[in-house]
C-alpha cells in the first residue's frame, strides 16, 4: 500500500525526522561554539572537549537499555521522556556559568538524546508493514544528513551575531512542540520483556565506553597508543564477555537471536564496515576544503550544502532504484560508487574549478543518501516484533561505534601519511584509503540473495496495514 502525503508528512514520521534533525544537529552545533564558550568561562579551548566527549559517552552507554525500557514501559511514555530531559539538559547547558555545570548539563541531554532516536525509530518499524516502513524511513532520514551540514553553519552564526547560549537554547522550542504533538500522534507500543538484566548491562556498558573512550585517546593529539589500544582491547574483551551472557541468559538485555536472522545479520555487518569509511567524511571533508584546498571557512561552510541538497534530492530516486534492481545490486552499487567518489578526492588540487568541486560533494551526497536508506531498511525490515527492539537498539549502537571508529582510523590515516608528505598528500592519501576501505562492504553486501528485501518494495503484494507486535 503506497502511503499518501498526509501519512509522511504528519504524526509519526514528522516527529521522528524532527528527533533525528535534533540530535545530529546537536551533535555538531557545538564544536564550532568551543573557542567561544571558553573564553566566556576563562577555560582553555583544549579544556572544552569534555563537554563533547560527556554527552557522546551517555549517549553511547545508554542505547542498548533503550529498547528494554521502550518495551517494559512503552514507547510512547520513553520517547516523551526523552524528549523532555534533551529540552531540560539543553535549557541547563545555556544556563551553565563553569565547565563542570555545562559537563553535568550535557550528561541529562545526553540521556535524552540515547532514547530519542532509537524509541521514535522501533516506533516506525512497529507501526508500518514492511513496505510503508522503507518509505517512511527514506523520509525521516533527510533532517538527520542536513543536520551535520546545518550545525556547523548555525553555531558560527549564533556565536557571531547572538551568544552561544543559543546553540542550546534552539532546541527548546523544538522539544515544546514535539511533546505537544507526540501526546496524541506517538504511538504507545510495548512488548512482554523479562527483569532487567543489569549484568547484561554492566558488559555492554563497559565495553562501549572502553571503546569509545579508546577512540577518543586515538584522535587526540596528545594521545597514547597503548593506552587506546589496551582500552579498546578491553572494550572487545567485554563485548566478547556479553555474547558468552547473551548465550547463557534467558532474558538478556539484547537478544542475540537477531543474528539467525540472515538480512539482519547481512545488514548490520555491511553497514559497520560501510560506516567505517563514511564515518570519517565529516571530519576529512572540511579539512580537506581548508587546509588542502585553502577555502576560508565562510567558503568551505556553503560548499557543504551541495552534499545535503544531493541527498534530499536522492530521495526521490532510491526507491526507484531499489525497486529496478533490488537490495543487492543496489548496495553494492552505492557502496562501491560511494568509495570512487572518495577516491576522486585525491585529484584535487588548489586552483581547481569549484564547479567541478560541488560536483562531486552533490554526487557524494546523493550516493551516500541511498546507502543509508538502503542498508537501514535491510537491517531492520525482517525483523519480528518481538526482536524489533533487539535487532533496532543494536543498529544504533553499532553505528555510533563504528562512526567513532571511522574518524579515529582517518586521523591515524593522517598521521602516517603525513610523515613521508605535505598535508595535501596526507589528506589525498587518505581519501583513497578510506575509498578502499568503503568498497570492501560491497563484498559484505553481496552475500544477501538477489530476492532479499522484495516484500519491502512496490512490486511485492502488500496486506494489511501495521506491523505485529
Known sequence: MALTAKVVLTGLPMITAAAMFMQMLDSTVLNTALPTIAADMHRSPFSMQMAVISYTLTVALLIPVSGWLAD????????????????????????????????????????????????????????????????????????????????????????????????????????????????????????????????????????????????????????????????????????????????????????????????????????????????????????????????????????????????????????????RFGYRHTLMFFTISIGGVYMLMSLQEPGWSILLLVAQLFVQGMLMSGQFTSMNTITLGDLPGELASDGNSLLSVAQNLCLSFGVAISTALLRFFSLSGTELYSLHATFIAVGVMTMLSALVFRLLHAQDGAHMLSRAPQNGHTRGM
Open 72 to 323: 517494559r514501559c512503552g514507547t510512547k511514555k520513553v520517547f516523551m521522556g526523552a524528549v523532555f530531559l534533551f529540552g531540560l539538559g539543553s535549557l541547563l547547558c545555556a544556563l551553565s556559568p563553569s565547565l563542570p555545570a555545562l559537563v553535568s548539563a550535557r550528561i541529562v541531554q545526553g540521556v535524552g538524546g540515547a532514547m530519542m532516536v532509537p524509541v521514535s525509530r522501533l516506533a516506525l518499524l512497529r507501526a508500518y508493514t514492511p513496505h510503508d516502513f522503507v518509505q517512511v524511513f527514506n523520509f525521516v532520514t533527510i533532517p538527520g544528513l542536513i543536520g551535520p551540514v546545518v550545525g556547523p553553519l548555525l553555531g558560527g552564526w549564533l556565536v557571531t551575531y547572538a551568544s552561544w547560549h543559543w546553540i542550546f537554547l534552539v532546541n527548546i522550542p523544538l522539544c515544546v512542540l514535539g511533546l505537544l504533538v507526540s501526546v496524541k500522534k506517538f504511538p504507545d507500543f510495548r512488548q512482554e520483556r523479562g527483569s532487567f538484566d543489569l549484568p547484561g548491562f554492566l558488559l555492554i556498558g563497559a565495553g562501549v565506553l572502553l571503546l569509545t573512550i579508546g577512540m577518543e585517546y586515538t584522535g587526540g593529539k596528545t594521545a597514547s597508543l597503548p593506552l587506546a589500544l589496551s582500552l579498546m582491547a578491553g572494550g572487545f574483551l567485554c563485548v566478547a564477555a556479553y555474547v558468552r551472557h547473551g548465550l547463557r541468559s534467558p532474558s538478556p538485555l539484547i537478544s542475540l537471536k537477531v543474528f539467525r536472522i540472515r538480512t539482519f545479520a547481512v545488514g548490520i555487518s555491511g553497514n559497520m564496515v560501510a560506516r567505517l569509511g563514511i564515518g570519517s567524511i565529516p571530519f576529512l571533508v572540511p579539512l580537506m576544503l581548508q587546509v588542502g584546498l585553502n577555502y576560508p571557512a565562510d567558503v568551505a561552510g556553503m560548499l557543504l550544502l551541495a552534499p545535503a541538497v544531493g541527498s534530499i534530492m536522492a530521495k526521490t530516486l532510491v526507491l526507484r532504484v531499489l525497486n
